[in-house]
């Protein structure tokens, strides 16, 4: 079936596959000549989603059309409505590939209506799996956090940072091909400069799962670990947050609401501190929280001034300087071993020297952690986090480690011939002298400073995704 996408259409769900014109009000059924919508998805308030198929392409791939449709016609609520929806675009545009953030594949207006195409996501939302299969067990929780909070470190990384708003269960699509998390609707998206940290913006987000400071137009970075941390407790418990909170004691009761569905100690402090309703109790990053849950539980009640805790740009450049923390040094046959059961972060660690050539430990997270001299050929490292570790000296010929975070890695010295790193984010990473002989850098985000450091050779595939030259 194909739908018009007309909003004044009266019956746009009565085509045929393959027909180019609304058989009911007489519309061009395909946008741009390419994009054919095959359903409405949902309406929010800003627009309408549909399920659609790309027509331009040799396998006509799925993929979402999002189209501006704001009901409320007075002018400065439209014009902040219609802004928020560029604003989409542009966040999607700016954050590139990501394996849990949808791509934007075109934006485009037609007549003065915009629209935005973007990535199709296969899968069911947390709110529907949560209607289906029931309330989430600590080691479902456990999973969310440890697969969402880097994606929240990535986008607060960006350089301005983006705060998301919009953090919710609806928000949150379980792939069906692989059963990863991803996180959707940028809609409400922010970026966050330090002055517009300072302005009083627009009241943005779901009520039920927004931080007390965004509901008074001020969000900053912990706003989307407090919603976070409020999606957590509704999963646990299938109750309004609403209700999960005692406006008599002003104070959290959701754990009145668990049946039969203990959580620890450990897990259950981290996601007290994850919605304190004061911001300065709060965790105030996404790495604090992970370190937390890698087992650092000197973490909990370190104390962070918020007013210091905005500018993540600030953060990264003087975490250069600072000297590494004692790291809990570990063997193979433990992270292999942590790995099978589920564990993904291993954030500030000691695994140097270790041998884990051909290690099927896609998806890891080694952010901070002392990775120097391990052997990691031919290791499948796929959307690997390795944001700020020491890969110097590191064996990294033949790996997987395509759409990876090595932002402000070091990977002096290192071997990463013939390795694939396409897609991956290699920002401010050190990589002087490292061996990139025919390693695949296609879609790699680099400068061709950095690979002017580093050896390459004529099999080399350049970001490009031609051989023999950065451009």
């Known amino acids: 079936m194909s739908y018009c996408i007309n909003p004044t259409c009266p019956a746009p769900d009565r085509?045929?596959?393959?027909?180019n014109f609304c058989m009911s009000c007489g519309a061009k059924i395909l946008l741009k000549d390419r994009y054919r919508a095959l359903k409405l998805l949902g309406q929010g308030g800003f627009g309408k989603t549909f399920k659609a198929v790309d027509e331009d392409r040799p396998r006509k791939p799925l993929c979402v059309i999002k189209?501006?449709?704001?009901s409320n016609n007075h002018p400065e609520?439209?014009?902040?409505a219609l802004k928020l929806f560029y604003e989409e675009a542009q966040h999607l545009e700016a954050l590139g590939k990501h394996d849990q953030i949808p791509e934007l594949l075109a934006y485009f207006d037609i007549e003065g209506q915009p629209y935005l195409v973007q990535q199709f996501i296969d899968g069911q939302d947390l709110e529907q799996e949560l209607a289906t299969a029931g309330t989430f067990n600590q080691a479902k929780i456990r999973e969310l956090l440890e697969s969402l909070l880097p994606v929240l470190d990535f986008l607060h990384h960006q350089s301005p940072p983006v705060i998301h708003r919009d953090i919710k269960p609806a928000n949150i699509i379980r792939r069906r091909s692989d059963s990863g998390l991803v996180l959707v609707d940028f809609g409400a998206a922010k970026q966050a400069t330090q002055s517009m940290l300072a302005k009083t913006g627009t009241a943005i987000g779901s009520a039920e799962f927004a931080a007390p400071e965004q509901a008074r137009r001020k969000p900053v970075f912990a706003s989307d670990i407090y919603s976070l941390g409020v999606t957590c407790i509704y999963l646990l418990t299938q109750v309004s947050p609403f209700d999960l909170f005692d406006m008599n004691q002003d104070a959290w009761v959701w754990r009145d609401y668990l049946i039969d569905n203990p959580v620890d100690e450990k897990l259950g402090?981290?996601?007290?501190?994850?919605?304190?309703n004061v911001l300065p109790q709060r965790y105030q990053s996404a790495s604090e929280v992970l370190a937390v849950l890698g087992q650092k539980p000197d973490r909990f009640n370190t104390p962070i001034d918020p007013s210091k805790s905005q500018s993540?740009?600030?953060?990264?450049?003087s975490s250069r300087d600072t000297p590494r923390?004692?790291?809990?040094?570990?063997?193979?046959q433990g992270v292999l071993a942590a790995y099978r059961r589920g564990q993904r972060v291993f954030t500030e660690m000691d695994i140097s020297s270790l041998d884990l050539s051909k290690a099927q430990i896609h998806g890891i997270v080694l952010t901070n952690s002392n990775c120097a001299d391990v052997n990691f050929q031919g290791a499948n490292l796929c959307g690997v986090k390795f944001e700020k570790a020491d890969l110097?000296?590191?064996v990294l010929k033949d790996a997987v480690l395509s759409r990876g975070y090595l932002s402000y890695a070091n990977l002096q010295n290192a071997d990463l011939r013939g390795a694939d790193l396409s897609d991956a984010y290699l920002h401010y990473a050190n990589l002087h002298g490292a061996n990139l002989c025919g390693a695949n850098l296609k879609g790699v985000k680099v400068t061709e400073d950095q690979l002017n450091r580093a050896k390459t050779n004529f099999m080399t595939i350049f970001p490009n995704g031609k051989r023999g030259g950065f451009w």
């Open 77 to 80: 609520t439209r014009q902040i």
């Open 392 to 394: 110097s000296g590191a």
């Open 325 to 332: 923390k004692e790291q809990l040094k570990l063997d193979a």
């Open 67 to 70: 189209q501006f449709a704001f």
């Open 15 to 19: 085509n045929s596959p393959t027909t």
């Open 312 to 317: 993540f740009v600030e953060a990264i450049d």
């Open 269 to 276: 402090k981290v996601l007290d501190k994850m919605i304190a």
